[in-house]
């Protein structure tokens, strides 16, 4: 008696559905992933012009930051942790102060940073954003 062979039927991955499932992966993956955008600084900033405006001496506090990262305040050196404070006593004797923040070119931004959130933790709302000076 013959045994016949049966044919094997080929293994085919149906394609007429892989297109349906590939979008809806795609609709998935777009729907929940979530994307980051940098918000950076959030500084009110005036608008371009030429306005110069004359402010009293007594007014303004000079706050310097020098390539080596150390802080002065009015020409003294103050520790970044101790700035909050100190401005915080100045804002205290005077209300129209206006802190003037300075930085050395090669100043790290970390170290800006630092000092910027000393001056919100003091609640100093008067700050003055100087531009280094030029070699």
Known sequence: MLIGKKKEKDVEIPSASLSDIVFLLLIFFLVTTSI?????????????????????????TNLLINEAGEALLDGKVIEISQISKTIKEKLLANELL???VKTDDNTKYDTYVRV?????????????????EKD
């Open 36 to 60: 980051d955008t940098e918000k950076g600084l959030d500084l009110v900033l005036p608008p371009p012009g030429e306005q110069q405006i004359k402010i009293p001496k007594k007014n303004i």
């Open 98 to 100: 206006i802190v003037s």
């Open 116 to 132: 910027l959130d000393q001056l919100k933790k003091a609640d100093a709302k008067r700050i003055s954003l100087a531009e280094p």
